[in-house]
């Protein structure tokens, strides 16, 4: 089993910046992608970010490129998601995510584990 631990969410003002961690433990070993989803009340949850293990391959949604970048310290067990430009639309619980899958899924149920989200809220 492996264990997803956010941390970085909160409160900010429009066009502010925020920095979201995640730290993983256990059979960290058996992970290869890991990824960034977010979810808003009454809405599905929604794929963000994703990033292969060496770092060289990453995919994003297309209303967040350009202002998210995704990226991960494999000696820390940890992924990162680097938000700018936050507008009050960004305001979900934003959750990390790993797969057992080699490649760089962006579907919800391509991920084994998860973590228990962090919120971040966007004031106007």
């Known amino acids: 089993q492996v264990q997803l631990v956010e941390s970085g969410g909160g409160l900010v003002q429009a066009g502010d910046s925020l920095r979201l961690s995640c730290a993983a433990s256990g059979r960290t070993d058996s992970i290869h992608t890991m990824g960034w989803f977010r979810q808003a009340p009454g809405e599905e949850r929604e794929f963000l970010a994703t990033?292969?293990?060496?770092?060289?391959?990453?995919r994003y949604a297309y209303f967040v490129k350009g202002r998210f970048t995704i990226s991960r310290d494999n000696a820390k067990n940890s992924v990162y998601l680097q938000m700018n430009s936050l507008n009050p639309e960004d305001g979900a619980v934003y959750f990390c995510a790993a797969s057992r899958y080699v490649g760089v899924p962006t579907v919800r149920n391509m991920y084994d584990f998860w973590g228990q989200g962090t919120q971040v809220t966007v004031s106007s």
């Open positions: 990033i292969t293990r060496d770092g060289a391959d990453t």
